[in-house]
């Protein structure tokens, strides 16, 4: 009987000054909204016409609805690994097992190694990077036959370490190359 690999991850865009920034601004401008659109009494010692602070609110709710949409979904199956970071990867990223030499969990550290969170362009020794999430300080790291490397963000490493044990043990990545 073939043992069909299933795994299935999504993780959140979760770093806390960010959110916490953006929430701030966004209570900021409702009060001065309601104080000065709703109640006429004016923000501030030079306030904004109303019409700027409906826009800046605006445009603060758009950029809090854009992070909230920010995901990185992760699937692994007998073909390979899937992963899409919405909204900036328009489809799914197939990687097949047969064009690794290696996979495997390590610790990394996002901002030293990467500069940051997302779609990660990294240095020769670290190869790039794809993360959402600051709670999270483990990947999978992928090395490509032709020596590319790519760390995919994980909440759990555990649970890919176990497949990717698996998929090592029957084969399916060519580690002689």
Not at 18 to 40: E, H
Not at 60 to 67: G, I, P, S, V
Not at 97 to 119: P, T
């Amino acid at each position: 009987m073939v043992k069909i690999i299933k795994f299935s991850e999504v993780q959140r865009f979760k770093i806390k000054w960010a959110w916490l920034s953006v929430i701030a601004f966004n209570v900021l401008f409702i009060y001065a909204m309601v104080q000065q659109v709703i109640m006429g009494k004016v923000f501030g010692s030079k306030p904004a016409p109303d019409y700027v602070l409906i826009i800046i609110e605006l445009a603060l709710l758009l950029l809090l609805l854009f992070l909230f949409s920010i995901k990185l979904k992760t699937k692994i199956t007998d073909a390979g690994i899937y992963f899409r970071l919405y909204p900036f990867q328009f489809k799914e990223t197939l990687i097949e097992w047969h064009e690794l030499r290696d996979a495997y969990i390590r610790q990394y550290n996002s901002f030293h190694e990467y500069g940051g969170w997302g779609i990660r362009k990294g240095g020769k020794n670290t190869g790039d990077a794809i993360n959402t999430s600051a709670s999270s300080n483990k990947g999978l790291q992928l090395e490509f036959s032709n020596g590319r490397l790519l760390l995919i963000g994980t909440s759990k490493p555990d649970e890919i370490k176990l497949i990717v044990e698996a998929v090592i043990a029957a084969g399916k990545i060519n580690r002689s190359i």
